[in-house]
């Protein structure tokens, strides 16, 4: 890998994340529609778990280089401070979603159980877009024509042990 192509690769991500947003979409149709939603829910969970969860840390390295290493305006560090503190929430957010859904497992006949399911993938499902296309819009222009050859190395670096995961 060279040059700029690191940022691609956790670009890259981010449009993928923007596909798999179907699946919080589908379970929350499927939640009242549908007899088995377990195949659901458990592509939502690997969906977060092995690729939202990495992306967010990918682009919490990012954020921190460019933070650390480039002069930044005032509307430019508030916005990547505003970008982490909302991977922070999308987090809470699911790990909420993950409580419901626990508690709907041992509960499949509870309405209002599965109501606070369809509530909380419904909250997730509002917050993703707006928030990646924050992030195309600053986030990732900013990185590519700020961070020098030296930066990008260390964020390749930093994230090496991911990449693979990722794809
Ligand atoms: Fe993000």
Redesign the pocket.
Known sequence: MNGKEIIDVIYGM?TGGKEKMFFLKTLTIDLLDKEDVWDDIDNLREFFNKQLIV??RN?GIMINIMERELALTTEEKGILSE?LA??AVIIKEYEELNKFIEKYKNNPQDRHIRESVIDAAHKIFGLLPP??AK?DKY?YPLAKEKLSDKHLKELEEKIAGYKFENK
């Open positions: 981010n992306h967010f682009e970008i909302e991977h928030h990646a992030e986030l």
